[in-house]
T-cell receptor, first 113, second 117 residues
Framework: DAMVIQNPRYQVTQFGKPVTLSCSQT?????MYWYQQKSSQAPKLLFH???????NEADTPDNFQSRRPNTSFCFLDIRSPGLGDAAMYLC????????????FGSGTRLTVV | AQSVTQPDIHITVSEGASLELRCNYS??????LFWYVQSPGQGLQLLLK??????LVQGIKGFEAEFKRSQSSFNLRKPSVHWSDAAEYFC???????????????FGKGTHLIIQP
């Protein structure tokens, strides 16, 4: 069954210690997204890749970066996590222009200690 | 800029009763509209979507939604709720095809649905 897979489900990191979250997809979708969802809030788009083209949201902090080495994988790097970065991070994919329906992974819950 | 308003933060419904969750959007052209459901600690599952055509769309789990352009609304309905429907529901708007269609979704703040026995 085609899926969006996020690993790990739960991640604990130390304040200021770089952390990487991963996402993979078997849908062969063109677009991959990263959303941040803080407790009891709506998901907020951080950035997305359309194929190899990176698109950053204007208000995404510089502390957040992303890599997409191939169609299937996308990574979220947090260079120096702060306590305010604790959140659920959701990866999503879509085909893009043909169909903007987004398929979401189960998320990674990040705790910063 | 596009935006989504879900005016009800919490809704409590008795099991077996009907449900309507409200959603209003702001978008300059024809939007793509979605309803997602999220259980605690989980990702988002798509319930239904509207791109064009029939303004009444059917989704999974017995949900439906009606697009009303004149009211800029996309309300979610279910005729009879089950205890398993308790969750967070998010309405979202995406850029229409003419705009490229890949810039991600803008979500409402969500409605927390509580089911009373």
């Amino acid at each position: 069954d085609a899926m969006v897979i996020q690993n790990p489900r739960y991640q604990v990191t130390q304040f200021g210690k770089p952390v990487t979250l991963s996402c993979s997809q078997t849908l062969n979708h063109n677009v991959m997204y990263w959303y941040q969802q803080k407790s009891s809030q709506a998901p907020k788009l951080l950035f997305h890749y359309y194929d190899k083209d990176f698109n950053n949201e204007a208000d995404t902090p510089d502390n957040f970066q992303s890599r997409r080495p191939n169609t299937s994988f996308c990574f979220l790097d947090i260079r120096s996590p702060g306590l305010g970065d604790a959140a659920m991070y959701l990866c999503a994919t879509s085909r893009g222009k043909e169909d903007t329906e987004s398929r979401f992974g189960s998320g990674t819950r990040l705790t910063v200690v | 800029a596009q935006s989504v308003t879900q005016p009800d933060i919490h809704i409590t419904v008795s099991e077996g009763a009907s449900l309507e969750l409200r959603c209003n959007y702001s978008y300059g052209a024809t939007p793509y509209l979605f309803w997602y459901v999220q259980s605690p600690g989980q990702g988002l599952q798509l319930l239904l979507k509207y791109f064009s055509g029939d303004t009444l769309v059917q989704g999974i789990k017995g949900f439906e939604a009606e697009f009303k352009r004149s009211q800029s609304s996309f309300n979610l309905r279910k005729p009879s709720v089950h205890w398993s429907d308790a969750a967070e529901y998010f309405c979202a708007v995406g850029e229409g095809y003419s705009g490229g269609g890949a810039d991600g979704l803008t979500f409402g703040k969500g409605t927390h649905l509580i089911i009373q026995p």
